[in-house]
Nanobody, 126 residues
Framework: QEPLVESGGGLAQPGGSLRLSCVAS????????MSWARQAPGKGREWISS????????HYADSVQGRFTISRDNAKNTLYLQMNSLKPEDTALYYC???????????????????WGQGTQVTVSS
């Protein structure tokens, strides 16, 4: 069983919304900070948001600040990303990732994450 499994991607129109989910298993989800990252075709992986283990602190990249909201439900071992006001440049493969113990939130260094899901595709197009 994969430790992180994303879902919820799909096709959305510009200005539309999608909600991504990431179900965690095999580890104590509530003990870890979690993040979302994305990778557009031909580009490197980009960190976009992080959340503290208990949900008390969140961070966002400038590119999604005010449009995306990260949240988690520790009772369900699930991480979420609510994406509103979608733009064509949001088109990418979206990944959830577990923050490596001892590393801070909001890191753009992909080596600060020690487990990744397989990704879910988001396409924004009219």
């Amino acid at each position: 069983q994969e430790p992180l499994v994303e879902s919820g991607g799909g096709l959305a129109q510009p200005g539309g919304s999608l909600r991504l989910s990431c179900v965690a298993s095999g580890f104590t989800f509530s003990a870890y900070g979690m993040s979302w990252a994305r990778q557009a075709p031909g580009k490197g992986r980009e960190w976009i948001s992080s959340i503290y283990s208990d949900g008390s602190d969140t961070h966002y990249a400038d590119s999604v600040q005010g449009r995306f909201t990260i949240s988690r439900d520790n009772a369900k071992n699930t991480l979420y990303l609510q994406m509103n006001s979608l733009k064509p440049e949001d088109t990418a493969l979206y990944y959830c990732a577990r923050v490596r113990p001892g590393r801070g939130l909001g890191s753009v260094d992909m080596s600060d994450y020690d487990s990744w899901g397989q990704g879910t595709q988001v396409t924004v197009s009219s």
